[in-house]
């Protein structure tokens, strides 16, 4: 027992910042040079490994990060 969790949650994704952490692309919303790609973005995972599910949006969420310091949004 124990052996097999994923700590979730915490760090809430969501539109409004009043009740979530992070945005659509991870993103902090009170600062968004920080990105959030473990788990505690989730709110939870079923009972799968969440794993492949972390590196697919921490992939969109370094993209959407590249995009932004090309157009000048982040120094």
């Known amino acids: 027992p124990g052996l097999g969790i994923h700590e979730m949650g915490g760090a809430r994704m969501g539109w409004n910042p009043r009740t979530s952490v992070v945005n659509q692309h991870n ?3 009170d600062v968004p040079n920080i990105y959030i790609t473990d788990g ?8 799968v490994n969440p794993s492949l599910t972390y590196m697919a949006f921490t992939a969109r969420a370094a993209l959407h990060a590249a995009k932004e310091i090309n157009t000048g949004k982040f120094s």
């Open 40 to 47: 505690a973005f989730m709110t939870s995972a079923s009972c």
């Open 27 to 29: 993103q902090v919303h």
